[in-house]
């Protein structure tokens, strides 16, 4: 099986600074990662997904960089903004999953002015 | 963009009561999934589908079922709903089978009495 598991349950960061959002897993057979952000009273919506066969991949203020020599998973957010609050998770494929998306825990990411 | 929607954002139920959760896509994807999120736990699958009148029992299956007659709609069923089936509950659609993203309903919030 896949165990999917986020370093800080929660993380409060200032208003412009940088944030990082740390996910580990377990299976090296995995292929696909994918972070997905949740506002309160909303259903996950997809921020960046990586490949196995990349090891950093940038979008628009995000970065996501994928360690597969330790198993890790990093998000990667600049200039964190008070809408960037949000619970974050993680999720991972590997070819033992067929068709599902292993999902962490998630983080709590909290900005403050 | 995708739309899945789920049609009841808030439902109150009694024990022992049959719940129907029922959830529709836009996109004609092939793939459906229902997830239960609970706090501390994350996204944990309870079944999905790959095609119309298909199903597969993701990890915590136990007191659902499913329903899948059109492409576009899968339906979740609780056939006794007890307290501990009070979550919020979460359908997706997918194009890629496994390795692709999901896209999410706003949720739907049961709360068994």
């Known amino acids: 099986g896949e165990s999917v598991g986020l370093h800080l349950p929660t993380l409060s960061v200032q208003e412009g600074d940088n944030s990082i959002i740390n996910c580990a897993y377990s299976?090296?057979?995995?292929?696909?990662f994918i972070w997905y952000k949740q506002e309160s009273g909303k259903g996950p919506q997809f921020i960046i997904d990586i490949r196995s066969n990349m090891d950093k991949r940038q979008g628009q203020r995000v970065t996501v960089l994928l360690n597969k020599t330790v198993k890790h998973l990093s998000l990667q957010i600049a200039a964190t903004q008070p809408g960037d609050s949000a619970v974050y998770f993680c999720a991972v494929h590997n070819s033992n999953s067929g068709y599902a998306l292993n999902f962490g825990k998630g983080t709590s990411l909290l900005v403050t002015p | 963009d995708v739309k899945v929607t789920q049609s009841s954002r808030y439902l109150v139920k009694r024990t022992g009561e049959k719940v129907f959760l029922e959830c529709v896509q836009d996109m004609d994807h092939e793939n459906m999934f229902w997830y239960r999120q609970d706090p501390g736990l994350g996204l944990r699958l309870i079944y999905f589908?790959?095609?119309?009148?298909?199903?597969e029992k993701g990890d915590i299956p136990e007191g659902y079922s499913v329903s899948r007659e059109k492409k576009e709609r899968f339906s979740l069923i609780l056939e006794s709903a007890s307290t501990n089936q009070t979550s919020m509950y979460l359908c997706?659609?997918?194009?890629?089978?496994?390795?692709?993203?999901?896209?999410f309903g706003e949720g739907s919030r049961l709360t068994v009495l």
């Open positions: 997706a659609s997918s194009l890629f089978s496994g390795a692709g993203e999901l896209f």
């Open positions: 299976n090296s057979a995995s292929d696909y």
């Open positions: 589908s790959y095609d119309v009148k298909m199903k």
